[in-house]
């Protein structure tokens, strides 16, 4: 402490709470040290107390003036003589430094009289650079001292991270400029989900290569992999989701059922999907591939023959299928495996009051076959299957969950789903079928056995929210299952979104990271208070104060919140503001 003059001294210890009288040499704005100048009345900034065999860190809270009442020193009599008031600084210790690290601690005091000083460059550098500031990926510059904020893989990954703020504060900039930190490695695996198509840009090799018209990817070949889920575009291939490779999970999120009867039927349809035949020319289905008994539309006649053929079905008498039969099939199945009932006379007929139960089940897979924006990202119309044999959901799914997710051989680091061309209102419904199938496969599998990825979700508030469902009020939600344990099975999330109050509360309480722009939201801001334990009120309330491309980082990846401009990303993706400044050119 000889190469530095104190600025003040301990005089009031109250709890965690501790008040400073400021010297007067300085004024209480500004102290110079052998590295430079430092100012020190600065509400959020840092002090050092000198507790002997260790610094203590305090965190500046607030200044006030205050009439004196007692000499502390005899440097400051002439103070006292003059009537001038003391100038006290009030804080709160929030760990301290010994032998070259910061160790975050808010129950040790330090002793009264303690002198405080400004930090170093070095106590500075450990105190904000992060608990592993030579760790590989740099999150920014921390905003005051400019120190870089560094942080180790496992730290950042091994649990989810949270990215908030509002539109054009500098989010998809942000998880842009990591991602290409993490897509450099040589082992990397990293999904993400593009709502908007605005991340292919970020894997180009940089600015001045677009500028230049070169737009080959900064990857080797091979090591990145950009799909459309619809038709193709942006220079990539589209892919359309089976329907039948959701499996029985996935097609239960898509459609909604009710838990105490359209449940078990749909579960009777989808099991036995491998065993039906559909003709279009009749809308009706069969399982020998020539006569069409089973419909959906309650009709009177050949109840006998749907009925035999529903008991074949439920004494697993069915030939297998060639081929996957077209989605209506299903509300077929829905129908005749719920409404065929013996009636007084014990003959087998449509029953209406069964058949009206599964009904609305029955309309909503008809509305969903019928929607033109959901077959442009849904092959509704059944093929053959994936391995060329028997039929088989589970193989389905994990050949869909393969492509999309990864696997052991999967060759790719980055794989950009864009998901552009998948409409709103079924943003929901599709990507929470997805996610449902994912969850299903990588549980099954088991640990150990799925390779290491970070999924990105961006726009998170999109579809990981609760979904209305007909008895129960939300249906099943299987990726707060992936938050909650999906670490375990080597997965890590990172969560994009705007509005996190929009977002599942189970899902950003699991989040152990969190980096948020400028929010101003108070309903927002809520959210943060309550599901971050490492957010108080005073860090909340710097949020809506946030310049452009700054954020407040608080959790694991960092000793205690701090405030950073984020790094900027090589290339950015494409989520520029629009040109207005053009209208007033006649260019």
Known sequence: MLS??????????????????????????MASHYQGVTPVGEVGGLLVLDGGYR???LKISGLNFSEPKEIHRPSASSQSQNGQPLRH???????????????SDNLASPPLGAEAFP????????????PEPDGPITLGNEYKTGNSVRTGLNRLLAQHIAVLGSSGQGKSCFTAAVLQQLADMPNSRIVIFDINGEYDRAFRKSESAIAAGDMECRLPEGAYQHTVIGEDADGAEG???????????????LLLPSEKTQRPALSFAIDNLKY???????????????NPVLFDDCRQNGAAEADRAINALRERQGQLAQ??????????????SHSLAPNNRGAIERNGFQYGNVSPLITRIHRLVDDEMLRAVVDVSGGAPVNGGNLDMRAEGEHLVDKIFGCAETQWRVHVVNLRQVPQDLMPLVLGSMLELYSQVLF????????????????????????????SGTSSLAYERLAKEGRKFGLALWLSTQRPSEVSPTVLSQCNTWVSFRLTSEQDLRVISSACEWADKREVSRIAGLPRQHALVMGGTVALPTCIRSKSADPTPKSEDGRFDGWATNE
Do not use: K
Not at 94 to 103: C, L
Not at 323 to 336: D, K, Q, R, Y
Not at 450 to 469: F, Q
């Open 4 to 29: 530095r003059t104190a600025i003040g001294y301990v005089v009031q210890i109250d709890g965690g709470q501790v008040t400073l009288n400021l010297l007067d040499h300085h004024r209480g704005q």
């Open 55 to 57: 610094l203590f860190v």
């Open 89 to 103: 600084l009030h804080g709160t210790v929030i760990g301290w430094v010994e032998a070259g690290r910061f160790v």
């Open 119 to 130: 930090l170093t460059g070095e106590e500075s550098q450990i105190v904000l650079g992060g």
């Open 239 to 253: 892919y359309r989701i089976p329907y039948y490779a959701l499996g029985r999970q996935g097609l239960n999120r």
């Open 276 to 290: 039906i035949h559909w003709h279009p020319a009749q809308r009706g289905a069969s399982i020998d591939g020539v």
């Open 323 to 336: 081929n996957w039969p077209h989605m209506s099939a299903l509300s077929a199945l829905v129908a005749e």
């Open 444 to 471: 099954r599998r088991g640990q150990g056995n799925n390779p290491a990825t970070l999924l990105v979700l961006e726009e998170a508030h999109h579809y990981l929210r609760p979904v209305p469902d007909g008895d």
